[in-house]
């Protein structure tokens, strides 16, 4: 009798470590996939923090066209930083209206470098090569940060819907998170 309570003990530590192993296995890679969506949301800020500095220099080199983009920029701006996601609760619905917000300012950025580009002095302006360089170079970190927010969620939904981990997660309410995806 002493013996089978010693087995049964045993088992009950077992599934007791394994269980707590597996919650702090959950939190773990949650906050990392937190941690990621706000090395997201850092890059899209860095890139509206660009916006001003593309405004000066489409200031500084025209008249007519500058003020018409730049309002259309800076409209987009203030539209692309009013929508924000809580990282613990986010939906589908809810990135992808993050997507379209984002979406919306680069093609006014966009709408803005080709106009700029039908000024021949202005491509050889030092301050507009180094601004293109930027908004390039911020343009790759936004890719490189989804890519590695989508790898966090990967990993994070694999471990709460696979089988036996899907039980503790269940236990304590750790649901799947929406990927990143691109728009059309």
């Not at 939190?27 to 090395?39: D, H, L, Y």
């Not at 259309?72 to 619905?93: G, L």
């Not at 302006?125 to 927010?149: D, K, M, P």
């Not at 990993?155 to 929406?178: C, L, Q």
Request: hydrophobic share 40%.
């Amino acid at each position: 009798m002493k013996k089978t309570l010693w087995i049964l003990a045993g088992i009950v530590a077992i599934v007791l470590i394994w269980g707590i192993s597996t919650y702090n296995g959950f939190v773990k890679t949650e906050e990392k996939m937190t941690q990621a969506w706000s090395q997201v949301e850092n890059v899209y800020q860095r890139r509206m923090d660009l916006v001003p500095n593309l405004i000066s220099v489409v200031k500084s080199y025209s008249d007519y066209e500058s003020g018409t983009l730049v309002e259309i920029v800076e409209a987009r701006s203030r539209q692309a930083a009013s929508v924000k996601i809580d990282p613990e609760s986010m939906t589908q619905e809810q990135l992808l209206e993050f997507e379209n917000s984002q979406q919306l300012l680069d093609n006014a950025v966009n709408d803005v470098i080709v106009s700029i580009e039908n000024y021949p002095d202005l491509k050889a302006v030092e301050v507009y090569q180094t601004f293109l360089a930027q908004y390039a170079g911020c343009e790759n970190r936004i890719y490189v940060e989804r890519s590695r927010y989508n790898e966090m969620v990967k990993d994070y939904n694999k471990s709460v819907r696979s089988f036996p981990g899907k039980i503790i997660a269940g236990w304590f309410g750790f649901e799947t998170h929406p990927y990143f995806q691109a728009t059309e």
